[in-house]
């Protein structure tokens, strides 16, 4: 049984009679202990996608779905009290901006302690010295110090290391970390991302990773997921994907990271936008930005197909050497 278990989930904002729809029937399970890369641009529905998991979308926005399960307990149907039980403490997250998840006005130790005192109890001086174990475990220097810092003192670096110590003070089986290192300089990116694995690897912990750039993702993951526009249009194991793409849209994704780039007076981007409420395209939703489009993509949706650990949302899938199957690239030479 997965540890986590997402099926056909629909998140809609807006009105019911033209509402806008950020996931559009998602499938996503996330073992036990796995690392799993989500991957996509801004608007791709990865954020909103977890956000409805931790049960952070709120009225007017709607959540459907047949399934969404942790360790076989149905989110979707269990109360309001259940659940936050089970948030926070089973699953935890953190966010792209540390900044904006710290209280300004309290201390380290004073938001670490509360957190610890919700879910596990204890007293005062106990929490306080399983506060400092915890900024030890997330190798910020001088802890001691630290402890009693207000957020404004910390760096970015190390106000995102103090958040993870928050998220992972209830020992979660599942930690979501959403853009963790975006807001980071480039030299504090690469340690986070290998305290997060440590962390992972040390605990046994599943961590579901949330990100616009698929060189993280490179590093880090044993799986793929890539969502475009609410869907997801390819998963598969790194290797695979990284060595071979069935989708044109991680083809182009992988195209424009910089070791392709070398020597090139720009990053080649794809162009044109993920479509947005009022531009959805009738036939495949890449259609109107794919090099490869034909008019069965304008006109047909096409649906995810493959085993559970390769799938691909494509009429033509691109074969090994990367290759539309529609004939497009022979039309296109003759
Ligand atoms: Fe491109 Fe057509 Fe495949 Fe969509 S279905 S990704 S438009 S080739
Ligand atoms: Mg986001």
Redesign the pocket.
Known sequence: MALLEIKNLRVEFGSTASPFTAVDGLDLNVEVGEVVGIVGE?GSG??VTSLALMGLIDYPGRVKGERMAFDGRDLLSMSEKERRSLLGKDIAMIFQDPMTSLNPSFTVAYQLIETLRVHQGGSTKELRARALELLKQVDIPDPERRLDAYPHQLSGGMSQRVMVAIAIACNPRLLIA??PTTALDVTVQAQMLELLLQLQRDRGMALMLITHDLSVVAQTAQRVVVMYAGQVVETGRVPDIFNAPQHPYTQALLAALPEHNIGRARLQTIPGVVPGQYDRPSGCLLSPRCAYAVDRCRQERPALIGAATAQVRCHFPLDQAGQPTNGWSKIAKQ
């Open positions: 801004s990865k954020s959403d853009e």
